[in-house]
């Protein structure tokens, strides 16, 4: 095998083909700018948002806390107990990815996915400092000079910089926002704050910088089985082929009769991000980011035909060159995925808003399963967690059902007033809690353990077992 | 959704057929009709398959990879599982000694004020007991028949820890100069009492737990026989291990059966001494573990 392994004019590696894209200004150009704008904004500045919950916890308004167990979402707070919130939310985020899709096609892709977002930024660096599609392709093909030399360094400084920025956020949501900040200015940052700002850094550079549409064609799984979720119905980026064709160059004050209005003048390949020609039909590695559009929009305008030779529009529409209708957008799919999003949304909002702030878990000692006091009495082992999720130290009363007892003692502290446990803010309490009675009749009796709060007098209650076995 | 080749096609090697939409050469195979394209493999593909394979070979040269007919080869550093255990268990003996050194130094009955401390203790003394008292009195320590049960508030030789420090130190009845020692008679084998006499004892010790009838002839051979070590009223003597024979708990078992072949040829059972066996830190945790089962005075 040759060394960029063509054999006798077979390629069988296919060397990775650069794409320059070119600059466009239109519609669906700005939009992609706004989105831009407004996820970075999200992204970079969503850490500092502060949000007041009293003393003793975190105040900031996005955190995941790992060494304390806890996640903070504004008003929400979640314990690792509590992980199926976690599971639901990201139920409905696949839910509410495949309604959108369903409803306006690959928008996704086009305008907020994390790969498009910095590979536009990235492109848009490239284009700053080395000028646009026909300066760059012309500073690739020149050989090394100064430069060449300072417009590639300044780019991949930039790149690097946008990645460490990238890096850089990402731990604040793990960690407390402005103290982190005073550490890394500091460079006094532990090893896996460090280690996630490489990482990141690397793989922002990589992704954004080299591989862009390649992972969209290559490794994204939602490109694969996006086909699955399209029908005739679904907005796509299509080019009207009836218009069109056949194409062709022209001239000014030629006539438009018994040709196409496509001029063939690449602008449409030339902008496309992934460097596909959209005219060949609906490709796989197609965005849907609508810069062909305005590329085409603004050739018609310069000619002076109508726009939408190219157009978001569904497939069905292009074909009989139909104009969109609203129509469209309902249909059983479009309902059904409506539906489920709103019956999983209302539970996950129930949940949340009536999430007890009290949990008491009794686990019975089951070696020994009793023990036989020297004065007759049968005593049974409890573990007892009281979860107390409020923010403030609660003391909880306890109290035993379906049993005389004749003591309650905590394990190793005989002394202590059983009734009444305290547990700090925000904490798990374990006690260990001995319950004496008299020798029951039946062998196993249910009882429960009732824990009252005792400032705001939330009951929580807890079924368990007590074992009266036989004496020796 | 074809995925169109940029690049225009080479002629068919080999006479293989051009496919006419995608102008793709095909591989020349055919299913039911369908043809497969010979589309090229993306070179970064290529280069990531390289990779793993050096990758796999470096793997090969660092860690033990390969069966030989008298192992298998080391690795260059001769890094194993068991030196990795080794370290880490060194890593924890390392962590463990600075809390032993601190437990050395408390005395046994203020360990409990200091919370961390107290857990390690109890946690040490958990691990102890399933490996040297488990096999005797149960894994939960509720013993059996002969065996104490060490959750219940019934103690031989004294429940506060420091006791049962000493008791699990040198044993009962052990081969331990300072082991504690007294022998109960034994009533019928030595002949001191006969059947019938032992059976109205009997009838009168479990009488003093509320079991069964009082027996007066009993009662007068309880002073004179057993009241010396049991007490006048039965209640026992921890100085000599001499059991409480009016509460619940029943050592060897209640029946009329298990109370007179008791006095009939005494049991005197036996608890090594772990002194010299295992390590005096250990003997510590034991004894604080067993404190904390619920009994502990
Ligand atoms: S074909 Fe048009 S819409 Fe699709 S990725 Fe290219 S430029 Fe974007
Ligand atoms: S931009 Fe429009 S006119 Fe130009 S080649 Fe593309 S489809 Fe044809």
Partial sequence: ?472 | MAVKNKKKPSQGKAGREIDKISGIETTGHEWDGLKELNNPLPRWWLWVFILTCVWAVGYWVVYPAWPTISGHTKGKYGWTQHKQLAAGQEEIREIQAAFLAMLRRTPLTDVKKDPELYAFALTGGAVAFKNHCAACHGTGADGMAHYPNLNDDDWLWGGSVDEIYRTIKYGIRSSHDETHISAMSSFGTDGILTRPEILAVTDHVRSLSGLGEDNARGAVIFQEQCSSCHGLDGKGDRAIGAPNLTDAVWLYGSSRDAVSSVIFSARNSVMPHWHGVISDDKIRQLALYVHSLGGGE
């Fill in chain 1, 1 to 472: 095998m040759s060394d960029d392994g063509n054999n006798g004019g077979i390629t069988y590696f296919e060397k990775q083909q650069n794409i320059y894209p070119q600059r466009v200004w239109g519609r669906y150009r700005k939009l992609k700018w706004l989105a831009m704008v407004v996820l970075l904004g999200i992204y970079y500045g969503v850490p500092w948002l502060r949000w007041d919950r009293g003393p003793h916890v975190p105040d900031q308004a996005v955190l995941i806390d790992m060494p304390s167990r806890r996640a903070y979402f504004f008003f929400i707070e979640i314990w690792p107990q509590e992980v199926y919130y976690l599971t639901a939310i990201l139920i409905f985020a696949a839910l509410m990815l495949f309604f959108v899709t369903a409803l306006l096609g690959r928008v996704w892709c086009g305008y907020a996915c994390p790969q498009t977002v910095w590979t536009d930024l990235f492109i848009w660096v490239e284009r700053i400092v080395q000028g646009d599609r026909n300066a760059r392709m012309k500073l690739d093909k020149s050989p090394l000079s100064f430069e060449k030399i300072w417009k590639k360094g300044l780019t991949h400084s930039l790149w690097i910089l946008i990645g460490v920025c990238t890096g850089g956020a990402w731990v604040f949501y793990f960690n407390d926002a402005p103290t982190l900040w005073e550490h890394i200015i500091h460079f006094d940052v532990p090893w896996s704050v460090s280690s996630w700002i490489v990482a990141l850094t690397a793989s922002t550079y990589v992704m954004a910088g080299y591989a862009r549409e390649q992972v969209c064609t290559f490794m994204c799984p939602y490109a694969r089985f996006q086909s699955a979720m399209f029908d005739e119905d679904t907005l796509i980026i299509g080019y009207d082929e009836k218009r069109g064709e056949p194409r062709g160059k022209h001239k000014k004050g030629d006539s438009w009769d018994g040709r196409g209005h496509c001029i063939d003048c690449m602008q449409c390949v030339n902008v496309c991000p992934v460097g596909i020609d959209i005219r060949d039909g609906l490709q796989m590695e197609c965005i849907a980011c609508g810069l062909c559009v305005d590329a085409c929009n603004n050739i018609m305008d310069k000619i002076e035909l109508p726009r939408g030779l190219i157009r978001y529009d569904t497939a069905s529409h292009i074909e009989k060159g139909t104009q969109l209708k609203l129509a469209h957008f309902f249909r059983p799919r479009t309902f059904w995925y409506a539906a489920l999003l709103t019956v999983l949304g209302a539970f996950v909002i129930f949940g949340l808003t009536h999430r007890s702030v009290v949990e008491l878990h009794v686990a019975h000692d089951r070696n020994p399963l009793y023990v036989m006091m020297s004065d007759g009495d049968i005593r049974n082992g409890y573990t007892l967690k009281i979860l107390n999720k409020t923010h403030q130290d609660r003391v909880y009363s306890l109290s035993v059902e379906g049993i005389e007892t004749t003591k309650l003692m905590l394990q190793n502290a005989p002394d202590a007033a059983i009734e009444t446990l305290p547990v700090f803010a925000d904490s798990v309490g374990h006690y260990r809690l001995f319950l004496f009675a008299e020798k029951q009749k039946a062998f196993r009796s249910n009882i429960t353990f009732i824990i009252t709060e005792q400032q705001d007098g939330i009951v929580t209650e807890q079924e368990t077992i007590f074992i009266s076995g036989e004496g020796r």
